[in-house]
């Protein structure tokens, strides 16, 4: 059946999903049962919660805004907040594509966090960061003059040099009153691939989004091996197959039928190439114009790198006199 309403774009497709799960218990741990950690693991604590909240659409000023706060109490009384960022197309088309950084020890990090901040992979990183400095920098609720924020030294071991903050009272605010005495904090991406990609025959693959160093959330191979099984995924496609949503009806049917492509096949995925730099053979041979045109490209950071990859290769593919 068709609904009155219609959300658009991925906090809309997120919305659809909450109205669809919402007062559904089993629905709502349904979901959380499908999330993949990137260590393999699943959270362990989903059979016992009895009630779930969603706080949608904050905002954590530097530290970015996550699509939705998921809160979720277990019958002992324990609390887990969950950050959910989605995205309409796949993760990897979703990520920043980072190269390891000499200066910091070959570590993958941004480059720049200059236009890439809303990258799925670093939006996962900042919330991830958000946390650690709260609990490094505890609030006082009873200033009105509290913040929250990251201190320098710490903002450069991610290559950023903003010293990030929550300055927000209302949000800050809010924050101790519902999410502050969680037992654990999650960070979690939905995305739209296919719900093979975090089936457990291909965990230990590179068609798993964490298993590729190069897009895995920017927060050091150290923190990374530490708290690696605090980041996961799971995929519209998934959340079909496992019955949380129904293509076929409820908000999600309208609102994907309007903005998801089917996700790609296991054959799709394979034929995607690792991104290239922009190195070849034949560079000795380009024109003037070739070499001015790719030192152009190179220096757009914002550019999409397969894009540059195409574009090189199309330099490569013309006929030499």
């Known amino acids: 059946m068709s609904r009155e309403i219609v959300f658009y774009g991925e906090k809309g497709i997120l919305n659809s999903i909450v109205l669809d799960i919402q007062g559904d218990i089993a629905k709502q741990k349904q979901f959380i049962r499908s999330i993949i950690l990137a260590d393999k693991s699943k959270l362990s604590w989903v059979d016992s919660v009895h009630t779930v909240k969603c706080f949608m659409a904050p905002s954590l000023d530097q530290f970015g805004n996550p699509d939705m706060i998921m809160e979720a109490v277990t019958t002992d009384g324990e609390k887990y907040v969950l950050f959910i960022v989605t995205t309409t197309a796949t993760y990897q088309n979703s990520a920043l594509i980072m190269n390891q950084l000499e200066e910091k020890d070959n570590q993958y990090l941004p ?74 904090y999650y960070y979690i991406a939905i995305t739209n691939d296919s719900k093979e990609v975090i089936d457990e025959k291909n965990a230990n693959s590179r068609l798993f989004p964490y298993n590729n160093f190069s897009t895995m959330p920017p927060i050091g191979s150290e923190r990374w091996e530490e708290d690696k099984g605090k980041f996961g995924i799971t995929t519209y496609d998934t959340l079909a197959h496992k019955n949380v949503i129904s293509k076929n009806n409820g908000y999600y049917k309208d609102t994907s039928d309007l903005m998801l492509l089917t996700p790609p096949t296991i054959a799709d995925y394979k034929k995607i190439k690792s991104p290239k730099a922009l190195v070849n053979i034949n560079t000795d041979r380009w024109t003037e114009n070739q070499k001015e045109l790719c030192g152009i490209i190179n220096e757009i950071k914002e550019l999409d790198e397969d894009f540059k990859a195409f574009i090189t290769n199309f330099m490569d593919s013309i006929e030499y006199s």
């Open 111 to 184: 480059k720049t966090y200059i236009n890439n901040s809303k990258k799925l992979n670093v939006q996962l990183s900042l919330l991830y960061r958000f946390v650690q400095a709260y609990k490094n920098n505890p609030l006082d609720v009873y200033d009105i003059n509290s913040i929250i924020v990251e201190e320098h030294e710490v903002s450069l071991t991610y290559n950023d040099s903003m010293e990030r903050k929550l300055e927000n009272w209302i949000m800050m605010d809010y924050w101790n009153e519902n999410f502050q005495d969680a037992k654990d």
